[in-house]
């Protein structure tokens, strides 16, 4: 079993930066592929961006591209640097996990996630 805990969102301006963290543990970090996910008040959760698991690859939803960039480490962590937020990045965003079926972009592919962080962008 895999345990996910998300950390950093908040409360920011519009134009501001923020950096998501996700702690993992339960399984080896390098047998997980990783994925950021996010639902906006109203809307069902989309697709963020997604890294494979030794980081190799990167995806992003165009919404983000240029903007938000994510990372990991070798220390079980999974991150998302978010910059020039916009009113629209305004919502709850989660960690995923997903071993080596299924695709990048797909949440009912991730079994694994964690209870989310708000991310709050005010105008």
């Known amino acids: 079993q895999v345990q996910l805990v998300e950390s950093g969102g908040g409360l920011v301006q519009a134009g501001d930066s923020l950096r998501l963290s996700c702690a993992a543990s339960g399984r080896p970090f390098n047998t997980l592929n990783m994925g950021w996910f996010r639902q906006a008040p109203g809307k069902e959760r989309e697709f963020v961006a997604s890294?494979?698991?030794?980081?190799?690859?990167t995806y992003y939803a165009d919404s983000v591209k240029g903007r938000f960039t994510i990372s990991r480490d070798t220390a079980q962590n999974l991150y998302l640097q978010m910059n020039n937020l916009k009113p629209e990045d305004t919502a709850v965003y989660y960690c995923?996990?997903?071993?080596?079926?299924?695709?990048?972009?797909?949440?009912?592919?991730?079994?694994?996630w964690g209870q989310g962080t708000q991310v709050t962008v005010s105008i």
């Open positions: 890294i494979t698991w030794v980081g190799l690859f």
């Open positions: 995923a996990a997903r071993g080596n079926s299924g695709s990048y972009y797909r949440q009912n592919d991730y079994p694994y």
